[in-house]
């Protein structure tokens, strides 16, 4: 299994540099929605990217064939062998993640929200997988208990080299949620990874020291 943790969620390349001066980031994550908002290509978003961080990319592969998924997954793995190539967790989708894991292709199997979408990503080979919660959520759906059943799935299959990610992540509530249900990985905003960083009584309590430093004597 890849020894992701935290992934940040999105395309920003101001918003990726500032996450990643932690070092606390283990990922990327773009989707052709946050490269459009971007207004750049993959290889421009991947290329300035890799000015500052040298950790796996996620970008997605489109097509409305396993075969045009598949060609579209190859030219993306192209720019970068360090990508991961996104793929819907469809039927399309899953075919041609069992084509190209073969072929040295890293696949996240993505927009899934049913377990067994999961489960026959895990066995087509794929490196991760993305369950869906905050999205999920919002149709009245429970994502957080489709990570539950996902990792019993994997548990019982013994799909031990699958990463399970958590994505669509709207709060620091649901990533913690989202690992205690068996959740490897988490895919997180920067306004929710920060979130992870802070709290209130924190940031009373610090000032409070620093008032008090101001008043000891320097040695």
Do not use: W
């Amino acid at each position: 299994m890849s020894k992701l943790r935290i992934v940040l969620d999105t395309a920003d390349v101001s918003q990726i540099k500032d996450a990643v001066s932690t070092g606390l980031i283990d990922a990327i994550a773009t989707n052709p929605s946050k490269v459009a908002q971007a207004g750049k290509s993959y290889r421009q978003v991947v290329e300035e990217i890799r000015k500052f961080f040298e950790g796996l990319i996620m970008v997605q592969a489109v097509g409305e064939t396993t075969e045009e998924i598949c060609d579209c997954a190859r030219r993306l793995h192209q720019i970068d062998p360090l990508l991961m190539i996104k793929i819907t967790a469809n039927k399309m989708g899953l075919g041609a993640v069992k084509i190209v894991v073969p072929e040295g292709v890293r696949t996240n199997a993505t927009l899934i929200f049913n377990p067994t979408q999961a489960l026959l990503a895990g066995l087509a080979g794929s490196t991760s997988v993305s369950v869906f919660v905050g999205r999920a959520r919002m149709c009245g759906y429970n994502g957080i208990e489709t990570i539950r059943k996902v990792r019993q799935l994997f548990d019982a299959f013994e799909l031990k080299d699958t990463d399970i990610a958590a994505c669509s992540i709207k709060d620091v509530e649901q990533v913690i949620d989202s690992i205690i249900a068996g959740a490897h990985t988490v895919a997180v905003p920067l306004n929710v990874f920060e979130a992870m960083c802070e709290h209130p009584l924190t940031n009373n309590g610090l000032d409070a020291f620093i008032e008090d430093y101001k008043t000891i004597p320097k040695s």
